[in-house]
């Protein structure tokens, strides 16, 4: 069964620190899909970038960029030059195998960037 | 494009009543799914509807119920509410084909039992 682990609890930085959060993740799917969310105090959930698992090449996005590498089951998120704002819980997840409209996620890692 | 709609945003309830929540979907989203948020368990799914039929379904009991009407909203059902179902409930959207995994979330309702 597919599973997502993220093994930081919670990470405090001091703001323009560059920080990085980890994820792995199991599946037995050949093709799959890997999502990175972010939960502001507010509760919403924020969409942050979907990866095929066709394709390894890092992503950037501004101050955010994405390693993913098949051979360690990972897809880590680095974001660079911290702001306050940045300050959220941020969860990785992973659809089951041939479902659409379900994702599993990690636990979630707690980001607290003080001025 | 307007986003994820979700009502209440706040509920109070005591516990063996019965609560019903509601899902605005984004215009031209056919999937809407459910999802519990809890500090203990995190976010754990619910279920999933997909034009108006219940697609996938997660390992909640039967008393969470719901549904979706020919216009993509749907709705969410707890009966005979228990302390434990305090808690955030979040619906996401999506097309729900093709390779389009993509969901976007509500802004929840924070439901508490007491």
């Known amino acids: 069964a597919q599973k997502v682990t993220q093994a930081q609890t919670e990470i405090s930085v001091v703001e323009k620190e560059d920080v990085t959060l980890d994820c792995v993740y199991e599946?037995?799917?050949?093709?799959?899909?890997l999502f990175w969310y972010k939960q502001p105090p507010s509760g919403e959930l924020v969409f942050l970038i979907r990866?095929?698992?066709?394709?390894?090449q890092n992503e950037i996005s501004g101050r955010y960029s994405w390693n993913f590498q098949k051979s360690t089951s990972s897809f880590n998120f680095t974001i660079t030059a911290s702001q306050v704002v940045d300050s959220a819980v941020y969860f990785c997840?992973?659809?089951?195998?041939?479902?659409?409209?379900?994702?599993?996620f990690g636990k979630g890692t707690k980001l607290s960037v003080k001025p | 494009k307007a986003g994820v709609t979700q009502t209440p945003r706040y509920l109070i309830k005591t516990r063996g009543q019965q609560v019903t929540l509601s899902c605005s979907p984004i215009?031209?989203?056919?999937?809407v799914s459910w999802y519990q948020q809890t500090p203990g368990q995190g976010l754990q799914f619910l279920f999933e509807?997909?034009?108006?039929?219940?697609?996938n379904k997660g390992n909640f009991p039967g008393r969470f119920s719901g549904r979706q009407f020919s216009n993509s909203r749907s709705e969410m059902n707890v009966s005979t509410l228990e302390l434990g179902d305090s808690a955030l409930y979040l619906c996401?959207?999506?097309?729900?084909?093709?390779?389009?995994?993509?969901?976007?979330f509500g802004p929840g309702t924070r439901l508490t039992v007491t």
């Open positions: 996401a959207s999506s097309k729900g084909q093709g390779d389009s995994y993509e969901q976007y």
């Open positions: 599946t037995r799917d050949t093709t799959y899909y």
């Open positions: 990866r095929n698992s066709f394709d390894e």
């Open positions: 997840a992973l659809p089951p195998r041939g479902s659409q409209g379900n994702l599993i």
């Open positions: 215009s031209g989203h056919r999937s």
């Open positions: 509807y997909f034009s108006e039929t219940q697609r």
